[in-house]
């Protein structure tokens, strides 16, 4: 909100004071070094793409016929190889809301390259740069700078100049590829106090919090006024990468964020300027695209109707509302936290965002006397909720629905139409949500509700060809079976049964079948006959992976030491089990060893077994990880787990030819 206050001019005219103060940096825009353009690889990173020399960021309070918060900033790249020329895209974003606006000034860029000895520099043209809107109040301006190859240095500048003076951007010092050199300045009037949350792994190189005083002007009797000058600088930072088992690395990058706490102008009141849920709760339920849509609930009546009818007990009711939105509406893919316009008109359309449908959801769970009411949260790809926070509602980016029968409570989510009363799809699996009702505001674990299962059963013989033919058996459940049913729908089930009949190799399965692929509450059940060729195995001896290439390859978990949590969303559970018989004149000549490898705390376990009985082996895999999420000392112990799981899974069975007698 654009500020408002009664005593502007006395402040503007102590801020003057001081907004003269230099863009302190250490690179000269425009003047790039012979070396800078010489250098061809990043020595702590020889495998970068290109690295960010410098980047320098400054962010003042400024008077220009009103009250602003001015950002510069002057970023320099130096590319190595092609595939970093996007970094030659950029993009600024800004904001406006109503009269209030930000503005993106002063762009200014070069691309300098090394020509046959010389520096040779090419400028960013304004012709090249366009302005984009992405939303209702988000705008970009975006521009490429020129001739870029690789070798290239890019130099580039801006200004922006807000009226949302409550507001301080962020500051990112760590991106996709390296920097040597980030560093972040701010001037900030004593009139605002603000609260600095850092964030990532990447310790801070200098940190300076100075006390200045601005002196006041008699001519209109100001007194002196204390500003308070702050230094962050990184040097040297990685790149942030991408790893498996994360929710998004924007959660783990290393920046710098700002929350304003309140406002003491002189001669008046302090004023508390952080979210208050409170208020928070208040302003979304009398929102008309949130709260209000609560209220509408006159053309559902007639469903809501067959459902009461059918269904007295409060938990059939539930699952049968849930049902009705799940089948009725198609989700747009959209994760929003207010709806398009109204519910009914998303009814009507079949369709809608995420609040369309789950708004919708919770009305008529309210029509129909049930305790319920939205949950707000954060996707995994939007970023974790930091619950210690203040209030701010522009954290969050998705609703579901809560119902409360008895003791239990039960979250709801109907644009996923494969997912139980209960079940949150895994994109929701993000820490906590807070719970949006008047008389009881709380956060709200978003806990998975089940395990990702999977058992593989197999019944196999070797016949005298060195064939191995038989049946096998694969059983699907929780968010295993939900995964697989999206897959089998999307694909078409006789597509999907044609591809998994597909020869690979000497291995082919035939005859599928699926079974309970409309029954949610259950597994999912898949047969078939398995049919391997016994081609490149001897007359004496047959090597034989009993896994039959279902094992773990690879280890997912191949960094020496990993500062990110590793986060699997839910608890896993697969168990393999495999009994061969083998062949009439063969007897078995070596095995794998059984083992039991457990992690700390019970938090996961793999067993491996064999066992002979007769003329037939049975071995048995099981991988259990019963938790969702491992921190960072806990890293070495996942990754020996795993490494034990793969090198186990590879062993071989042995079977040799009995001589004759």
């Known amino acids: 909100?654009?500020?408002?206050?009664?005593?502007?001019?006395?402040?503007?005219?102590?801020?003057?004071?001081?907004?003269?103060?230099?863009?302190?940096?250490?690179?000269?825009?425009?003047?790039?070094?012979?070396?800078?353009?010489?250098?061809?690889?990043?020595?702590?990173?020889?495998?970068?793409?290109?690295?960010?020399?410098?980047?320098?960021?400054?962010?003042?309070?400024?008077?220009?016929?009103?009250?602003?918060?001015?950002?510069?900033?002057?970023?320099?790249?130096?590319?190595?190889?092609?595939?970093?020329?996007?970094?030659?895209?950029?993009?600024?974003?800004?904001?406006?809301?109503?009269?209030?606006?930000?503005?993106?000034?002063?762009?200014?860029?070069?691309?300098?390259?090394?020509?046959?000895?010389?520096?040779?520099?090419d400028k960013l043209e304004g012709k090249s740069i366009f302005e984009e809107k992405n939303s209702e109040n988000s705008y970009a301006k975006k521009f490429t700078m020129p001739n870029v190859k690789e070798g290239s240095v890019l130099d580039i500048t801006y200004t922006v100049n807000s009226d949302f003076v409550y507001n301080l951007r962020d500051w990112e010092f760590q991106t996709s590829i390296p920097t040597i050199w980030s560093e972040y300045r701010a001037q900030i009037p004593e009139y605002f106090d603000y609260k600095f949350q850092m964030q990532g792994y990447q310790g801070l190189y200098k940190s300076e919090n100075k006390r200045e005083t601005v002196a006041g002007t008699a001519t209109v009797s100001t007194p002196d006024m204390q500003n308070n000058a702050y230094v962050w600088v990184m040097k040297d930072v990685p790149a942030l990468k991408e790893e498996k088992y994360i929710t998004t690395v924007r959660d783990y990058q290393s920046k710098i964020e700002f929350e304003l706490q309140r406002v003491h102008f002189p001669g008046q009141p302090s004023r508390v300027m952080t979210g208050d849920w409170n208020n928070v709760t208040k302003d979304l339920l009398e929102s008309s695209y949130f709260g209000v849509q609560l209220n509408r609930s006159g053309f559902f009546k007639e469903e809501l109707a067959v459902v009461q009818a059918k269904h007295k007990d409060p938990q059939a009711q539930m699952a049968a509302i849930f049902d009705v939105v799940k089948k009725r509406m198609t989700w747009n893919g959209e994760s929003r936290l207010y709806t398009n316009t109204t519910i009914r008109k998303a009814w009507d359309e079949r369709k809608g965002n995420s609040a369309d449908i789950n708004l919708l959801l919770t009305s008529m769970l309210l029509e129909a006397g049930l305790d319920a009411a939205p949950v707000i949260l954060s996707t995994r790809n939007h970023g974790r909720i930091n619950t210690s926070m203040s209030a701010m509602k522009s954290k969050f980016n998705y609703v579901v629905a809560m119902v409360r029968i008895g003791e239990k409570e039960y979250l709801l989510d109907a644009t996923d139409p494969l997912v139980t009363p209960g079940m949150l799809p895994a994109r929701c699996l993000n820490g906590s949500g807070r719970l949006i009702k008047k008389a009881d505001q709380r956060w709200v674990s978003l806990q998975p509700s089940d395990k990702a299962i999977n058992l593989f059963n197999a019944e196999l013989t070797i016949n005298e060809k060195g064939e191995i033919v038989g049946t096998g058996h694969e059983s699907s459940g929780g968010y295993s079976a939900l995964n697989l049913r999206r897959t089998i729908l999307e694909e078409g089930e006789e597509k999907y049964k044609e591809r998994l009949t597909k020869e690979v190799g000497d291995f082919k399965m035939s005859k599928a079948t699926i079974s309970n692929l409309d029954q949610l509450n259950g597994a999912l059940d898949i047969n078939y006959d398995i049919n391997i060729s016994g081609s490149g195995r001897s007359s004496n001896i047959i090597y034989l992976n009993p896994m039959l290439g279902r094992g773990e390859d690879e280890n997912p978990f191949k960094l020496k030491e990993r500062l990110y949590p590793v986060d699997f969303a839910m608890p896993l559970d697969q168990t393999y089990i495999c009994r061969i018989t083998i062949p009439e004149g063969y007897q078995v000549d070596e095995t794998p060893k059984s083992v039991a490898v457990n992690l700390p705390e019970s938090a996961g376990r793999f067993v491996y077994m064999v066992q002979q009985q007769g003329n037939s082996i049975q071995v048995m895999s099981k991988i259990s990880i019963n938790k969702p999420v491992f921190y960072a000392p806990e890293y070495a112990y996942l990754k020996e787990f795993f490494d034990q799981i793969i090198a186990k899974q590879a062993e071989q069975i042995v079977l040799k030819k009995v001589a004759a007698n």
């Open 1 to 121: 909100m654009k500020a408002n206050f009664t005593k502007l001019y006395v402040l503007a005219v102590l801020l003057v004071s001081f907004t003269s103060s230099a863009f302190a940096q250490d690179a000269k825009f425009g003047k790039v070094s012979e070396a800078e353009l010489k250098m061809s690889v990043y020595d702590k990173d020889t495998s970068a793409a290109a690295v960010i020399l410098s980047d320098y960021g400054f962010t003042r309070f400024d008077y220009i016929g009103e009250l602003k918060v001015v950002f510069e900033r002057h970023i320099r790249i130096k590319i190595f190889k092609k595939s970093a020329y996007d970094w030659a895209d950029v993009v600024v974003p800004f904001y406006m809301d109503g009269s209030s606006k930000e503005k993106v000034t002063a762009i200014r860029g070069f691309t300098f390259n090394l020509e046959g000895g010389k520096i040779v520099k």
